[in-house]
């Protein structure tokens, strides 16, 4: 009974709060309330609409440091309009077996979820960490996938995988492959950057890992217009990226996949398909602290990418921080918006790691130039500030 009364209580107040709060913007660095009056929070997260719906997935993170790791799992709100977003719970839970591979207390980051016309499944990627990942914390560098009926879930997790053992990047030379007889602590090493980057471009972890499987670290999923799906993926101790092409059931990959950018050390990818050319954004390799963003263009997603460079301008108010420190923030996705003309949004995490239930979200219209884009700061701006689409 009393938990009824609990119920009917929340649900109430969810039902007024949501009335009396709708967002007139979005409010980039600030509180983004759910319709239950609760800061979102969907970290490092992607959307995906179906059904004429938003879909917000996301990294839920808990107080203090320890919500760096994952104790909770996978969260979902839903929205019609991109601005006022409901609670649906958590899509994917971390597991209490402590054999599980996404048992409490992993590293479980930057959740993507898209869905399978063939199938008819929804299917989740991840970066996964190990909970007794070793010698470092982020040593496992795996990617993860997890399914579901409903786009809310509840996913089930599927597998952890590396990307495709006993593969090369189709663009990577005869000459490259087996040259290496290097242990893996030397990246633990004293080897400077420079050096580490050097080593990389000739393709040293291509080689160590090529039994293995390839990692992958920072990560999204792209679904192309005939229906194919990629895997983008930060590789090779985070010096490289990595696009993979998916199976057809969007649950592992075929074996084929390109390498981009050696040595340069790109996080945080998000890609994104205009007028039929592939853009990337991107962000430098400094932990939880911002840097500069990055972005490239592609006529092929398997290649060539061309850099373009930092596409931010202006300054956000609220800390200070220009282009050279991304907003504060790190790029985590971009999103098309359906209806309306030239429409994407930039989605980016200003990261609190310190307590990190905390962080932030910065989303920010894309402005489109001859040479490029432009990601223009913005305090507060509306979803209806775009055109609406012809018909
Ligand atoms: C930067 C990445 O983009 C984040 O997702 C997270 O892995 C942090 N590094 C951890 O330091």
Known sequence: MKQYLKLIVLTLFAGSFAAEHAYASIASGEIWRDDRGVHINAH??????????????????IEGKAGNRAHVGVHVYSSKNLQDWSDCGIALNVSNDPKSEITKGCILERPKVVFNEKTRKFVMWFHLEHKDAKPQPYSTARSAVAVADEVTGPYTFLHSLRGTPENWPINFPEEMRNQFDVKDDYYHGSASWEEKAETHQRGLAVNTCFHEGQMSRDQTVFVDDDGTAYHIAASEHNATLHIRELNESYTGYTGKYIRIFPGRYHEAPAVFKREGKYYLISSGCTGWAPNAARSAVADDIMGEWTELGNPCVGINPGNNMGPEKTFGAQSTFVLPVTGKKDAYIAMFD????????????????????????????????SISSFEDMEN
């Open 44 to 61: 490092g997260g992607g959307i995906l609409r179906h059904k004429n719906t938003y879909y917000w997935f996301g990294e839920h993170k």
């Open 350 to 381: 200003i990261w609190s790691p310190g307590n990190a239930i905390d962080g932030r979200y910065v989303w920010l219209p894309i402005e489109f130039a001859d040479e490029g884009f432009y990601v223009p700061w913005k305090s507060a701006w």
